[in-house]
């Protein structure tokens, strides 16, 4: 199955892919065409989330192709993702939305210290967040330059999931400078604020 996703918008390549999936048969490949790295790195996150092994090979100057093997566990791993969607929904699951380089409104200078010592005092918490969403100029956080990367880092070692905007390390021109987590595009991030017990803005 062949579904082009090329010029579309995060998360559509990832939903149009997910839902192939799940209409699937257990011996069918998904075969997504893609037009930039970020939307490749997405679609493989997603398939590795599902448990489904996935390859990636860029076609041409402009085209990648993300394949995804839909094994005969897929319905097991459907049923176990619906499982697991109602567990997050009863459990304490915390996410932190990052949505700023910035605590606060104000000086941008004190709202940067504020952020670090944000990050920071998370880490020294009994009680932390199971996912950290950094999107916007929050973006700026896990890459290089940032100095909250090694509380990032701690936070990571610790078990936290940490996820930055695909969309927006792009738009800022930073997607090579990722140093902590992993990219993911908006329908993660739409699916880890939903399936919270809480969200905590700072």
């Given at each position: ?47 590795k989330d599902e448990g489904l092994d ?112 695909g969309t927006c390390v792009n738009f ?31």
């Amino acid at each position: 199955m062949l579904i082009d996703a090329r010029g579309l918008n995060c998360p559509i390549p990832v939903v149009k892919t997910k839902k192939a999936i799940r209409e699937s048969s257990s011996e069918d490949t998904i075969e997504t065409l893609v037009d930039n790295k970020t939307a490749v790195q997405n679609l493989l996150q997603m398939a590795k989330d599902e448990g489904l092994d996935a390859v990636a090979e860029q076609v041409d100057e402009s085209t990648y192709k993300v394949s995804i093997a839909v094994s005969g566990a897929v319905q097991k791993t459907n049923a176990e993702n619906v499982k697991a969607d109602n567990e997050v929904a009863k459990t304490s699951n915390i996410v932190v939305a990052v949505s700023s380089s910035c605590m606060g409104v104000g000086d941008e200078k004190l709202g940067k210290q504020l952020m670090k010592s944000f990050l920071y005092t998370l880490t020294t918490l009994e009680t932390k967040p199971s996912v950290i969403l950094f999107y916007n100029s929050g973006a700026y956080l896990t890459c290089e330059g940032s100095d909250c990367i090694d509380d990032i880092k701690t936070l990571e070692d610790a078990g936290v999931k940490v996820l930055t905007c695909g969309t927006c390390v792009n738009f800022y021109g930073i997607a090579d400078t990722l140093k902590i987590g992993t990219v993911t595009n908006m329908y993660s991030i739409a699916e880890h604020m939903m399936n919270a017990s809480s969200v905590v803005k700072p």
